[in-house]
């Protein structure tokens, strides 16, 4: 079903323009524009770039090629220098100056995944571009990521940032569901739409949803998952949300529907919830929880479950043995796409489900190439709503960070570097039966 749209919600916003969020942008730019200062900041960077291993890039500046890696490789990328500041955004702030120049319009590439996808096969690269002189800049960084910590002020503000940007940007990219997570494609000819129902149906499956329960939803988003368990499965949904603009828009589609009176529309942060309820779903909100909150956001999962409830939770995940490091850096994502986000792994996430909570795990499934997949559908519409876009007002510095913030995800979950997960979480009383073999969809 086609939500209303956002016309029909809210009031036309003002236009969106994009400025960088620090000084160290202008800095980094700065260095790159003294002549001398920019042929050394190009030796040091080119040097770097020498070390990758895994696929091959070629840097291309006023003619001149720079090829880097395997002649043959699987993956080929291609950068073309169009602003010599470039080099200084990159030397000084490393993954993020190279955002930041991107953006800027300091270079450009024909497969800007393929770029992130040969830095993201090449780590140790990558970590040797974070230090030298990209450390000077990190200590700021960081005090503003300190800043977007997670408390209760913080998460509203936090949630604001992202998904408070206009709903009419949302409906430009997203399919008709309005789904804003990894769905799951069970065919090759499934469309992007198909396969978010796919998704929505085999959580239900999971958690065995009946007409009797009561479904708790942690993170709103449009109102497509609480919509389709009430209507599918015919239980009470209640479901919360911290974005005014998400509330407003579920609201009005409960209305459209005739389901007020089966789904609970709140706009309260998770760590004040109350209630018992006998099944919890959460899809890709625990992000925006934080490492500090992680066992506070599943102690109160488990408190609002009856003695024999199940959680069904996903989670975009980050490799175990990349975590610690994660959690110490701050990446282009933090920065300037989800302030205060943070990407958990499975083991930190089973871990603390086991010391602070009566839950165990009964199911998981990874398919984070399914996420590359729908980012890559998400790309495709966003460019071809590029027109658009800029008609209602996002100006050219918004529309190439949030095509770097889909290509730089895009690259990650090809390589594994993150991937997407569902955990099926039990409370000691669940009788669920093993979940074998394909669902139905």
């Not at 470039?86 to 770029?115: C, K, Q, R």
């Not at 509203?156 to 992202?162: D, F, M, R, T, V």
């Amino acid at each position: 079903m086609r939500p209303p749209t956002a016309s029909t919600v809210l009031p036309p916003r003002k236009p969106r323009t994009h400025a960088m969020k620090s000084s160290s942008s202008s800095f980094s730019a700065n260095l790159g524009t003294n002549g001398l200062t920019a042929n050394i900041l190009r030796r040091g960077v080119l040097r770097q770039l020498a070390g990758l291993r895994n696929g091959q890039l070629v840097v291309i500046e006023r003619g001149e090629r720079h090829v880097f890696g395997k002649n043959n490789a699987l993956i080929q990328a291609e950068i073309h220098i169009l602003d010599s500041a470039a080099w200084g955004m990159v030397a000084s702030n490393g993954s993020i100056g190279a955002g930041e120049a991107f953006i800027h319009g300091y270079w450009t590439t024909p497969d800007l995944t393929a770029v992130v996808r040969v830095f993201v096969s090449n780590l140790d690269v990558l970590d040797a571009m974070e230090g030298g002189v990209a450390r000077l800049t990190r200590p700021f960084i960081h005090a503003l990521h300190w800043l977007n910590r997670n408390t209760r002020e913080g998460s509203q503000k936090n949630i604001a940032a992202h998904y408070d940007l206009g709903n009419t940007l949302f409906e430009q990219f997203l399919d008709p569901t309005m789904m804003y997570s990894a769905a799951q494609f069970l065919s090759e000819d499934d469309t992007l739409e198909q396969a978010q129902l796919n998704k929505l149906e085999r959580i239900c499956q999971k958690l065995a949803l009946k007409p009797e329960d009561h479904l708790l939803e942690i993170g709103t988003g449009w109102g497509s998952m609480a919509i389709y368990a009430a209507q599918h499965y015919g239980c009470r949904v209640t479901t919360t949300t911290l974005s005014r603009e998400q509330f407003a828009y579920t609201e009005q589609r409960l209305i459209e529907l005739g389901l007020q009176e089966r789904v609970t529309l709140l706009l309260t942060d998770y760590r004040d919830l109350t209630g018992e309820y006998d099944k919890l779903v959460s899809i890709e909100m625990i992000e925006a929880v934080g490492h500090r909150f992680l066992p506070t956001y599943f102690k109160q999962c488990a408190n609002l479950l009856k003695s024999n409830g199940m959680m069904l939770l996903q989670a975009i995940t980050i490799r175990e043995q990349r975590y610690a490091q994660a959690k110490r850096n701050v990446d282009f994502i933090q920065r300037y796409i989800f302030p205060g986000g943070a990407l958990p792994s499975v083991a930190k996430m089973l871990d603390i489900v086991g010391s602070d909570t009566d839950m165990n795990l009964l199911h998981m499934e990874d398919f984070g190439l399914h996420y590359a997949r729908t980012l890559r559908l998400w790309h495709d519409n966003f460019k071809h709503a590029h027109g658009k876009l800029a008609e209602l007002g996002y100006d050219e510095h918004f529309l190439r960070l949030w095509e770097f913030y889909l290509c730089y995800c895009e690259g990650g979950f090809l390589e594994r570097t993150i991937g997407t997960a569902q955990l099926l979480l039990a409370k000691p009383d669940a009788l669920r039966e093993p979940l074998l073999g394909r669902f139905n969809a």
